[in-house]
């Protein structure tokens, strides 16, 4: 990843962004945080999107740790599972994200937010995590034409 360094929205809030350049069977990583304000409890049952054909940065790991945590050890950093979040709970989240296939010369994919489904209640939800950064993944320079399948 190439930092690109520090902005504002224009809502004020300040963001990193980077730039990630396309490599077929790459990967990169995000990091954010999910906390549950108030309320009641609910229970996270998924995180990312399902698998789509032709998609060319599938998830390929979720991981999770308990916050505070992050960079203590590897050890706590386990496989996705569902998981209860009660109020006050913060839990810190590790996608991978593998590139795949073939991105057309000069072009550009935005990757911004998560997808999480929990359920409350019994009633299944979703919602979109925005991520702390903005990362722009980059096709190649140069002439690079996709195949036909693409």
Do not use: K
């Not at 209860?84 to 937010?113: K, Q, W």
Request: glycine fraction near 12%; charged fraction near 15%; hydrophobic fraction near 35%.
């Amino acid at each position: 990843m190439i930092n690109q360094g520090g902005f504002t929205s224009p809502d004020g809030d300040e963001f990193t962004a980077y730039r990630v350049p396309f490599r077929p069977g790459g990967t990169f990583r995000v990091w954010f945080s999910l906390i549950l304000d108030r309320g009641p409890g609910i229970t996270i049952t998924h995180i990312g999107w399902p698998p789509r054909a032709g998609d060319s940065l599938p998830i390929a790991r979720v991981q999770v740790q308990p916050w505070g945590t992050l960079g203590t050890s590897p050890r706590t950093l386990t496989p996705f599972r569902p998981f209860s979040l009660g109020p006050g709970v913060e839990v810190d989240v590790l996608a991978t994200i593998r590139m795949r296939g073939c991105e057309p010369a000069h072009s550009s994919l935005g990757f911004g937010s998560m997808p999480v489904t929990y359920r409350f209640l019994g009633i299944t939800q979703h919602t979109t995590v925005f991520l702390p950064e903005s990362i722009e993944v980059v096709g190649p320079t140069g002439v690079l034409e996709c195949p036909p399948a693409w």
